[in-house]
């Protein structure tokens, strides 16, 4: 059984304006992974399109009722998205839900945001593994009650954009996929695993000009990986799916932009942790690879009824971002290894929900001070003093 981070005070600061931060900032991605203890609950705002335009919203899991409603409804209220339903031609607020897999502390709180906002969602993604419980059902018969929302069972490798976010699925293998009946699948290895990146074009059309077979220059992008609570070994069909493209000076690779320099494309700046970072959830190849600045966990800390996080995965996780083979040490505090907790506390109390407010050269962090079941209050945000990017 782990703990979360104890933090110091004077870590937080107090009297900054969390939702001015997202006024002056439309072109960043907000993203929000809330509070449930051991479950799994995240809102993204995504960057508006062009200068008076809304955000839209992406939700990925919602572990409890109230919770993610009472989030967008405050989101509203403070004017930072609309959740009124789309006019024709017009885009539905929330572009997307995703139910990475039908266990009860991901998908508790679905059929209430199918209820109450049902007629202002674009599309619904789950990964087609049947689970024999009340909640799947439950979920399954208010998604059937609205055909308005696209359904959609993705595996590694779609892609899809929205606005000038890509997102990238990068598990189940639709090797996996292809046991859930036959073979069989732990449904854990089921789950929806995701990398969003941003700013990404479609179609470069302002390059148009570049001569054929030269290399397109890459510009900076923003990334985060959220984990669902994939296992190690659909983690392995990640690793082998998403290579780490190695310079390479042949005159073939040099036609090849993507070949031009050391390119992973796992690297992200911000990882959610998969499975609560249960002792399964993850492997050290994994974190190296996607060499995080945020690692971020959701769980209770230090107790619950499988006692997340597990120790184990803590010091994989810290052995990833602070190698010491070659020179051993103890390792810095969580906190200072940019390992954050829903879990985490301070002289104050419980942090609670954690927001990220990205783009691809700043990141500011806030949390909401709210409990597992409380709801957040966005007038209370603090805000985290240190850089973080």
Known sequence: MGLANTIPAGKLLAGQDFLQEVRDRPDALVYFLCNVGDGDAQVILLPTVAPETQRQIVVVDAARVRKVPGLLRALEAAQLVSLQPGQPGEEDPIALVVASH?????????????????????????????????????????????????????????????????????????????????????????????????????????????????????????????????????WAYVLADFPLLRKSETPAAKAIAAAQSNVDLLKSQVFKVSHHASKHGINLELVERISPNLTLVSSVGGGGEFNFPHTVTQELIREALDPT?????????????????????????????????????????????????????????????????
């Open 102 to 234: 039908p266990h009860q502390d991901h998908i508790g709180g679905m059929v209430e945001l199918l209820e109450e906002f049902g007629d202002r969602i674009a599309e619904f993604w789950d990964p087609g593994y049947f689970h024999a419980i009340p909640a799947y059902f439950r979920m399954m018969a208010a998604l059937e009650d609205r055909p308005n929302i696209v359904y959609a069972q993705p595996t590694s490798g779609l892609r899809r954009w929205i606005g000038e976010v890509a997102i990238s699925v990068l598990a189940p293998s639709v090797q996996l996929r292809n046991r859930y009946d036959s073979y069989g699948t732990e449904i854990n290895d089921a789950s929806i695993s995701l990398r969003l990146e941003f700013p990404v074009s479609r179609f470069l059309e302002a390059r148009q000009d570049i001569e054929e077979g030269n290399p397109i220059p890459a510009t900076r992008a923003a990334s985060l990986i959220l984990g669902g609570d994939a296992q190690t070994l659909s």
């Open 325 to 389: 083979t070659d020179n051993p040490r103890p390792h810095p505090a969580d906190f200072e290894l940019g390992i954050f907790y829903t879990a985490d506390t301070d002289p104050q109390g419980p942090l609670g929900s954690i927001a990220l407010v990205l783009s691809p050269t700043t990141c500011t962090m806030w949390r909401f001070g709210d409990t597992s079941g409380g709801a957040i209050d966005l007038t209370k945000a603090r805000k985290w003093a240190d850089r973080l990017l």
